[in-house]
Antibody, heavy 122, light 111 residues
């Protein structure tokens, strides 16, 4: 069974940092593009970042560029999101997701994790 | 970049058919595949349609997807509505730079 389990969420002050982790199992992690998608309280889904199978390509939504870094460790079947200079508007549930591709294009989410909550507040 | 616009809410009775639209603001809807996600209250999203009209294994064939170039929109149709279909539904596509775009979501009420 494919499983994605996020961890690392919590309460952090504005300007602080947090590192989210996602443990993958039940599939060949190193063969999949991976993604982080977030959802602010009461709001819709927002794409955050994607990373290619070998980590050689990374893409970010404009609002997190320069502050967030997506990475992966294929030996540990793990995905990460390093979040720096956090703002109140980064408050959200963060979902780890595996990606469906078409050729070399990452189309959308295949499997979603259950999410981890990040709250940025003083 | 483009936007995907969905109706805020739709409602229909059990056993009926409902269609949720997703209109692309610029560029052709046919140029990039559209995906659809279901999010039941208090739960993580799940994927119900990918590549415009493909269903992942385990998704019932009551769910179908299509695109209409004349209205530049994608649609999710759910037939034989069940109370368990009550959820938020999101469309999603991507641009030429491989950045993803989500629609704002549609709340489906099955009365």
């Amino acid at each position: 069974e494919v499983q994605l389990v996020e961890s690392g969420g919590g309460l952090v002050q504005p300007g602080g940092s947090l590192r989210l982790s996602c443990a993958a199992s039940g599939f060949t992690f190193s063969s999949y593009w991976m993604s982080w998608v977030r959802q602010a309280p009461g709001k819709g889904l927002e794409w955050v970042a994607n990373i290619k199978q070998d980590g050689s390509e990374k893409y970010y939504v404009d609002s997190v560029k320069g502050r967030f870094t997506i990475s992966r460790d294929n030996a540990k079947n793990s995905l990460y999101l390093q979040m720096n200079s956090l703002r109140a508007e980064d408050t959200a549930v963060y979902y780890c997701a595996s990606i469906t591709i078409f050729g070399v294009v990452p189309l959308g989410v295949d499997v979603w994790g259950q999410g981890t909550t990040v709250t940025v507040s003083s | 970049n483009f936007m995907l616009t969905q109706p805020h809410s739709v409602s229909e009775s059990p056993g009926k058919t409902v269609t949720i639209s997703c209109t692309r603001s610029s560029g052709s809807i046919a140029s990039n595949y559209v995906q659809w996600y279901q999010q039941r209250p208090g739960s993580a999203p799940t994927t119900v349609i990918y590549e415009d009209n493909q269903r992942p294994s385990g998704v019932p064939d009551r769910f179908s997807g299509s695109i209409d170039s004349s209205s530049n929109s994608a649609s999710l149709t759910i037939s034989g509505l069940k109370t368990e279909d009550e959820a938020d539904y999101y469309c999603q596509s991507y641009d030429s730079s491989v950045n993803w775009v989500f629609g704002g979501g549609t709340k489906l009420t099955v009365l």
